[in-house]
């Protein structure tokens, strides 16, 4: 589809013509089209909304401190006029899982562009086969980021392999939003196929990892969270399809109180350029609903991690 460029051109001028404080008053999507006009954000398929919850401030087991933010969720979308969703059926229903982040200890990877994560899942207790590997390109500028091939081996054994882009959005000093352009590369594998997780193993799968300067055999260090997370219905924005709700507790041994909680939500397969209802509608609901009713729970410093919990686990705070 040929879209077209003249109307993304004259808001982009118009922006950036303004004052830098009138600029940050105005629609983080409209600013982010300002300083990315078409075609640069063509690939980057929607965005995913993101903000973090003290422990402290919440019941002590996950399935309660999650049911209170989702009770306090709905209840703040019903004040402001807001539509949100709870399944009918496995609204409360826990998936077990952990999430391991790999660096080298002076974090090589991270500044050099890149983040490794693998995912296993539990079923019934019992760890799957199989892991979830993701790559990502970490960058503040969306071009370069995107930029990025991330690609995977052609003759790699792996299964569902996905690459995508999104604009993570998440809280900024003020009440306000914040957001940033990620790139990232997921498949399956089986975890015994990963060797010794040396970045020479993860480079067998992404070849691209083994132009970094670094050796192949460079040992990279594990940070794992064990995560709770409940999906417990929709936040329902006009123009798109309802946009999947996720909550996650993170905790550093299985079973322990979670050291931090997030809530999400987000949309995708739009054209970032022509979704100007959808964006307004997510930021509406994030600064009224989220901001401005959950305040009291929210983790006080929540806006120098952006609402990213791997941003806070890896100590990276937003810098842009």
Known sequence: MIRPLVPVLIVAGFLAALPAQAQQARPLYQRTIATYPSPVLQDVGGR????????????EKPEAAMGMIWERVKAAAAKHGFKVSEKAEGAFKLEQSYKEYFDTPAQDLWKKGYIIRITQKYKKGIP????????????????????????????????????????????????????YVEKGTSFTVALDDLGKLTLGDFSKYMPELAKLGLPADTVLKGNRA???????????LPGTEPCGVSMEGWSVKPGEKPYLYDFSFGYGDLDFYDAAQIHQG?????????LGELKDITMKDQEKWGGSKVRKLMNRPITH
């Open 226 to 236: 064990y995560s709770t997370r409940m999906r417990p219905g929709s936040v329902d």
């Open 282 to 290: 997510g930021e509406d609901f994030s600064v009224k609903a989220i």
């Open 48 to 59: 995913e909304y993101k903000f973090l919850f003290d422990p402290a401030r919440l019941p």
């Open 128 to 179: 799957e086969h199989t892991v979830s590997v993701t790559v990502k390109a970490v960058n503040p500028d969306a071009r370069v980021a995107m930029a990025v091939p991330l690609a995977v081996a052609p003759n790699a054994n792996v299964e569902k392999v996905k690459t995508e882009a999104e604009e993570n959005v998440g809280p900024a000093a003020g009440g306000t939003l914040n957001g």
